[in-house]
C-alpha cells in the first residue's frame, strides 16, 4: 500500500511497543493511516493489537490538521479477525474470560473509529474474515480489490458475532443477506459485495494504492465539520424518534452554518467556482 498519501511532511508516529503488536499509526496532515502490521498471521487480533487501535483512534479524534483516516492492512491479506490460536493454547475453562477481555478491548476499538467525526475510508484486500469484517463495518466508505474476498467467519468456529457486524451489516446489507451469510458461512467476492452496499468502489489489484490516495484526498478536500456532524446524525438516527433526529438536524445544521467551511461553500456557490474547504 502506498505510504507516500498526499499531504505536508510526513510525521509519523508508531503506536507499536514491540512488532508483535502489529499497529502503525502514521499522520501526514491531511491524512492519516491506522495499518494492522501483523501480515504474517493474518493482521490476526491480539488484545495489545486491541487497545492500540483504541489509542490510536482517541489520538486521531484530536490530531487538528487530520482530515481524513485511512484503516488497512500490510501483507497479503486485510484481516483474518482474531488470532484463534490464543484461545486453542488455553484451557476451555479459560477461554469465556479470555474472549470477554478480547471483544471488550475489541469494542472500545470498534466505538472509537466510528465515532470519528473524520471521513474514515477502510481499504479491503486479500481475505477479510470475522472480527476484519466488523471493522469495515465500522468504516464510513469502503475500497476493496478486485480480487478480495469475504468470510464471515464466527458460525465457522461455533461462535457469535462481534466487533458490531450484527448491527452494522443488516443496516448496510440488510437482514436476510446478513442471515444467510452467517448461516452459510460462504466465502463472498468483493464484486457481490458491492453489489450488496459493503462496498463503495472496486479497483484492480495493482490500482489499489493509487485509489485509496485519490479517494483519501477527495475525502479529506471535504468540509470536515459538517461531515462529522452528519456521521453522528447517519449513527444516532436508528435510536430515537423521527421528532427527536428532526431536532438533532436542526441543532447540527446551525452549528454547520457558523463554521468557516460553510462560509467558503456559500461563497464559492455564488461566485460559480469549486469550494476550498479548510476543515474548520
Request: net charge neutral; hydrophobic share 45%; charged share 25%.
Amino acid at each position: 500500500m502506498d505510504r507516500n498519501l498526499p499531504g505536508g511532511s510526513p510525521e509519523t508516529t508508531n503506536l507499536r511497543s514491540t512488532a508483535a503488536h502489529g499497529i502503525r499509526c502514521e499522520v501526514r496532515p491531511p491524512i492519516a493511516e491506522i495499518v494492522l502490521d501483523r501480515p504474517a498471521d493474518g493482521n490476526t487480533f491480539t488484545p495489545e493489537l486491541l487497545s492500540e487501535l483504541a489509542a490510536a483512534a482517541v489520538r486521531l479524534a484530536t490530531e487538528a490538521n487530520v482530515r481524513a483516516v485511512v484503516v488497512r492492512g500490510s501483507g497479503k491479506n486485510f484481516c483474518f479477525g482474531a488470532n484463534i490460536d490464543m484461545f486453542l493454547e488455553e484451557p476451555a475453562d479459560r477461554r469465556p474470560a479470555l474472549l470477554r477481555d478480547l471483544v471488550t478491548r475489541f469494542h472500545v476499538a470498534i466505538t472509537r473509529l466510528a465515532r470519528l467525526e473524520l471521513p474514515v475510508l477502510g481499504v479491503a484486500h486479500g481475505m477479510v474474515v470475522g472480527g476484519g469484517l466488523a471493522l469495515l463495518g465500522a468504516c464510513d466508505v469502503v475500497l476493496a480489490a478486485e480480487s478480495t474476498r469475504f468470510r464471515m467467519g464466527w458460525s465457522g468456529i461455533g461462535i457469535t458475532m462481534d466487533g458490531g457486524a450484527t448491527w452494522t451489516l443488516p443496516r448496510i446489507i440488510g437482514a436476510r443477506r446478513t442471515l444467510e451469510l452467517i448461516s452459510t458461512n460462504r466465502i463472498f467476492t468483493a464484486a457481490e459485495a458491492e453489489r450488496w452496499g459493503l462496498v463503495n468502489w472496486l479497483a484492480p489489484e495493482a490500482d489499489l494504492e493509487k485509489r485509496t490516495a485519490e479517494i483519501a484526498r477527495t475525502l479529506a478536500a471535504g468540509p470536515t465539520r459538517a461531515l462529522g456532524l452528519c456521521k453522528r446524525l447517519v449513527i444516532g438516527g436508528g435510536s430515537q424518534s423521527f421528532e427527536t433526529h428532526l431536532e438533532d438536524e436542526a441543532v447540527a445544521l446551525v452549528e454547520a452554518v457558523g463554521t468557516a467551511d460553510a462560509d467558503e461553500g456559500l461563497r464559492a456557490f455564488r461566485e460559480r467556482r469549486p469550494p476550498r474547504f479548510s476543515g474548520r
